[in-house]
């Protein structure tokens, strides 16, 4: 297996327009995906799901392959993304996270104070924690046989300490953000742990197979530009220079993504963290995005996902439009946001098959 040094003998693959576009380099046309494409809106992943703890589903790899390829079999997406949970890494640090029906991700015993940090796990052996997932992703390219590559994923630090702290979702994210005021040293204790834990869990995500690596800071939004610089970027920073490093000795370039939603102010600062490609939420207007971005990366996103209760022509002119926005090179077309679920599947494919059709009119007519 991958872990002993011998690379698994996965199948080759056949369309590389994600790698491409995240490169920078040219495609036949825009690669799309979705964030939450293996998602509730599907009926046959509501059907798989049925009378399953989540975070048990969490630890099958049979299941999470199937989860990750159901949309494959719907849609003619460009990528796939494996089927897991950012909170696994709390869990593995010692945490327990439960899955409440209609309140979604619950820590009985959140963090209170900072000598509540002694409660973690000093050291995560992620092989031995996190191993499920790995076997996921390894199961998952043999199954996926080539057809798209596979990403692998993870939290950021900031976004899974405030869950650790809230002890669950929040609007307002205070008593995670009271850390930040109150504690700063404690807080940046726990985001170390947590930028250790990542950088492993990454790696090891890569040594089974994950073809490129996407860093969801969902929580950027409720930072101010000072906290951001202060508490989230360094941290980011970190894990793409540490991953990076580390494949670089082994001779392997994996394209990495940057999701900060809705932290606008930070989108120079993001262009310049060592990722390739920088994921942009919908309240971002996709010219000024380049602009700002100076053309140093890709860009993913970023349509509102809202925008699929519209009609199918409107989601066609929609997507036409940032297209043209975004222009064609170094683009992956996605949501903002991760999709909904009460989405009607037929919209979903309308989005997909728009990207694609009029993607290609504009790179043949260029």
């Known amino acids: 297996s991958a872990s002993?040094?011998?690379?698994?003998?996965?199948?080759?693959?056949?369309?590389?327009?994600f790698l491409c576009a995240c490169r920078g380099q040219e495609t036949p046309h825009v690669p799309v995906w979705c964030m939450r494409q293996a998602?509730?809106?599907?009926?046959?992943?509501?059907?798989?799901?049925?009378?399953?703890?989540?975070?048990?589903?969490?630890?099958?790899?049979e299941a999470c392959c199937e989860l990750t390829l159901q949309p494959l079999r719907r849609f003619p997406f460009d990528a796939a993304i494996i089927f897991s949970d950012i909170l696994v890494i709390p869990q593995a640090m010692g945490m327990d996270v439960q899955m409440v029906a209609g309140k979604g991700p619950t820590f009985p015993e959140p963090l209170k104070?900072?000598?509540?940090?002694?409660?973690?796990?000093?050291?995560?052996?992620?092989?031995?924690?996190?191993?499920?997932?790995?076997?996921?992703i390894t199961l998952t390219r043999h199954r996926i046989e080539g057809k798209v590559p596979l990403i692998g994923f993870t939290g950021a630090p900031w976004t899974l300490m405030s869950y650790m702290i809230e002890g669950g979702g929040s609007t307002t994210h205070s008593k995670a953000k009271r850390w930040l005021y109150r504690h700063p040293e404690a807080s940046h204790q726990l985001l170390r742990m947590l930028t250790d834990v990542i950088v492993d869990y990454l790696l090891g995500q890569v040594a089974a197979g994950a073809q490129a690596l996407q860093v969801f800071e969902s929580h950027a939004g409720?930072?101010?530009?000072?906290?951001?610089?202060?508490?989230?970027?360094?941290?980011?920073?970190?894990?793409?220079?540490?991953?990076?490093?580390?494949?670089?000795?082994?001779?392997?370039?994996?394209?990495?993504?940057?999701?900060?939603?809705?932290?606008?102010?930070?989108?120079?600062?993001?262009?310049?963290s060592h990722y390739d490609v920088v994921g942009l939420d919908w309240t971002i207007d996709p010219r000024s995005a380049r602009e700002r971005t100076g053309g140093k990366v890709s860009l993913q996103g970023n349509m509102d996902p809202c925008a699929l209760y519209a009609p199918k022509e409107r989601i066609s002119e929609i997507v036409k439009r940032m297209l043209e926005g975004f222009g064609t090179r170094g683009y992956i077309a996605n949501l903002g946001h991760g999709l909904y679920p009460d989405m009607d599947p037929e919209n979903v494919g309308a989005f997909v098959e728009a990207v694609h059709t009029h993607s290609r009119h504009l790179l043949n007519h260029k």
């Open 4 to 17: 002993n040094g011998i690379p698994e003998d996965f199948p080759a693959l056949k369309n590389d327009a």
């Open 39 to 61: 998602g509730r809106y599907l009926p046959e992943f509501r059907e798989s799901r049925a009378g399953k703890d989540f975070f048990e589903t969490c630890r099958s790899p």
């Open 113 to 136: 104070e900072p000598e509540d940090l002694l409660l973690l796990k000093p050291k995560v052996d992620v092989n031995k924690e996190l191993g499920y997932v790995f076997k996921a």
């Open 222 to 272: 409720c930072l101010g530009p000072v906290e951001f610089k202060e508490f989230s970027l360094p941290y980011l920073r970190d894990i793409a220079r540490k991953v990076k490093d580390q494949l670089k000795e082994s001779g392997q370039d994996v394209p990495m993504i940057v999701f900060a939603k809705d932290g606008h102010y930070g989108l120079e600062d993001l262009s310049q």
